[in-house]
T-cell receptor, first 111, second 116 residues
Framework: GQSLEQPSEVTAVEGAIVQINCTYQTSGFYGLSWYQQHDGGAPTFLSYNALDGLEETGRFSSFLSRSDSYGYLLLQELQMKDSASYFCAVRTSGGSYIPTFGRGTSLIVHP | GAGVSQSPSNKVTEKGKDVELRCDPISGHTALYWYRQSLGQGLEFLIYFQGNSAPDKSGLPSDRFSAERTGGSVSTLTIQRTQQEDSAVYLC??????????????FGSGTQLSVL
């Protein structure tokens, strides 16, 4: 099976930079995704990493190290609207590519 | 529609009753997923449909749970003889279904199920 570990909660102030880590244990790893979910809302896709390195999309970046089974989501120039839960998810080989999600990290941004 | 639609948005039921939750995926998406999210928890996989293939039911927690997808589009998740531990948000997602690892999932806003 697969397992993912994320911190349960992270707090930061507006304008700061925050990093949300994700470690995983899986077989046949294909890639790591990140999703954002505001309270009561639908999870929305943020990023995907299949290869080692950093992927940048505006204020958000995502990093992957396959050798360390580790990734992180980096949020820059934090805004109040970034307060949400962030989930990492892995896809593994096995034919169906069903994503397995972590428990999520609640990000609280203070003024 | 423009996105994944789920109904009802909220459902309150009594223990022992059956419930049906509906999901309308994005038009043209052949893959459909059901996940369950309990308070403060991650997304627990329940069942996956891809085109006309047999569904992957490996995540269903008991035989009280079943799902079907009619005409490759709308899906219904049925929970029989509901228990209090079934209380959760049930999320549906769809994707293009081209079986690539970077394929993104599009989620609905979920059905909040409360079993009294």
């Amino acid at each position: 099976g697969q397992s993912l570990e994320q911190p349960s909660e992270v707090t930061a102030v507006e304008g700061a930079i925050v990093q949300i880590n994700c470690t995983y244990q899986t077989s046949g790893f294909y890639g790591l995704s990140w999703y954002q979910q505001h309270d009561g809302g639908a999870p929305t896709f943020l990023s995907y990493n299949a290869l080692d390195g950093l992927e940048e999309t505006g204020r958000f970046s995502s990093f992957l190290s396959r050798s360390d089974s580790y990734g992180y989501l980096l949020l820059q120039e934090l805004q109040m609207k970034d307060s949400a839960s962030y989930f990492c998810a892995v896809r593994t080989s096995g034919g169906s590519y069903i994503p397995t999600f972590g428990r999520g990290t609640s990000l609280i941004v203070h003024p | 529609g423009a996105g994944v639609s789920q109904s009802p948005s909220n459902k309150v039921t009594e223990k022992g009753k059956d419930v049906e939750l509906r999901c309308d995926p994005i038009s043209g998406h052949t893959a459909l997923y059901w996940y369950r999210q309990s308070l403060g928890q991650g997304l627990e996989f329940l069942i996956y449909f891809q085109g006309n293939s047999a569904p992957d039911k490996s995540g269903l927690p008991s035989d009280r749970f079943s799902a079907e997808r009619t005409g490759g589009s709308v899906s219904t998740l049925t929970i029989q003889r509901t228990q209090q531990e079934d209380s959760a948000v049930y999320l549906c997602a769809s994707s293009l279904g081209v079986a690539v690892a970077n394929e993104k999932l599009f989620f609905g806003s979920g059905t909040q199920l409360s079993v009294l």
